[in-house]
């Protein structure tokens, strides 16, 4: 038995908090746990990037998907859950546009203590102070209301990329209640910073370099189509196309070519 015990613990093993699987289930705690580790990496090394007076760092769903065999979906939803309890801050950077991280770490302290102690409470509570708590309603209705396309969570996906849609292309653009069903479409083949990653690659064609971007709109990079083109854009490629010059023409006089 402790050969076995050597033999898992000699090599690289993450500690997982009880705590944070009581919060955020087993896949939630590694994805966190990972961020922690990935975050002091780059910080000791200095490789971290300073906006707004904090350290970011990126990472891609396919280092924690190759890792830990967790979907991006699962992904998806785990870092929302963490930004929503304030422990992680996401922001879309760089060109092309990669998802950035900010680790708060005093949230993170403050999260793990406060859940130390209501789990070590809970033991000790004597068992007739749980049977005075009110039972909570129970909801028998399975139905679902198919005009109700959004729930929070979604709803605040679709607001955060319109508002990050309009810090890189600085316009001020509404998330229209039209796009949603759209978004949430595109959101099942595509990420959200591939959207956004096609908005900034449209933004260094020509064509709308010469439009001033007037028809660069949400609903437009949205298109499957546009998506599409966007997405694989390359503008190295297009630079170089070049408009072939004119066929020489001779001066009969002089008996030289002479351009068109």
Known sequence: MNALRNTLTQDAFWQINKALVSAFGIEGAVVL????EKYY???????????????????????????????????????MELRDKN????????????VHIHLCERNVLKFLNEAS?????????????????????????????????FNNKEYDVFEEFVET?????????????KLRPVFAKRLKTYSKEDILHALTNAMATQH?????????TPEFILRE?????????????????????????????????KPR
């Open 33 to 36: 746990t990972d961020l922690i």
């Open 41 to 79: 990496h780059f910080s000791d090394r200095k490789q971290t990037i300073k906006r707004d007076e904090k350290d970011w760092f990126f990472f891609t769903a396919e280092d924690i998907q190759d890792t830990f065999k967790i979907s991006y979906k699962v992904q998806k939803r785990v870092l």
């Open 87 to 98: 422990l992680i801050e996401t922001k879309v950077m760089q060109v092309p546009a990669k």
């Open 117 to 149: 102690i209501a789990q070590t409470s809970k033991l000790e509570l004597p068992k007739r102070q749980y049977l005075n708590c009110p039972k909570g309603k129970t909801n028998y209705n399975n139905t679902i209301d198919n005009n109700s396309l």
């Open 165 to 177: 849609f309009n810090k890189i292309r600085k316009a001020k653009f509404k998330p229209l209640d």
């Open 208 to 216: 709308h370099i010469d439009n001033k971007f007037n028809d660069l």
């Open 225 to 257: 189509d546009k998506l599409e083109k966007y997405i694989n854009y390359n503008s190295k490629k297009e630079s170089q196309v070049k408009e072939a010059p004119a066929p020489a023409v001779i001066d009969h006089r002089t008996r030289a070519l």
